[in-house]
């Protein structure tokens, strides 16, 4: 499989986007606001954690049947 770039690339924008979100949050003092970006930025760094340690997996596998 290696590694899936796309799903990456949009995982990596919508963490960029909710980022701007706790930045703006933290300025507006919305601590609820704030809750809710930060429980999905901790959920999309463990969603690209697995598609990059998965990708690192299967060309690690390649590597080994060459």
């Known amino acids: 499989m290696s590694y899936d770039i796309q799903r990456i690339r949009d995982i990596q924008e919508k963490l960029q986007c909710t980022i701007e979100c706790i930045e703006k949050s933290r300025v507006a003092g919305d601590a609820e606001t704030l ?5 999905l930025a901790a959920s999309y760094n463990e969603k690209l954690a697995s598609l990059v340690n998965r990708g690192l997996k299967d060309e690690k596998q390649q590597h080994a049947t060459v």
């Open 35 to 39: 809750e809710a970006c930060e429980y």
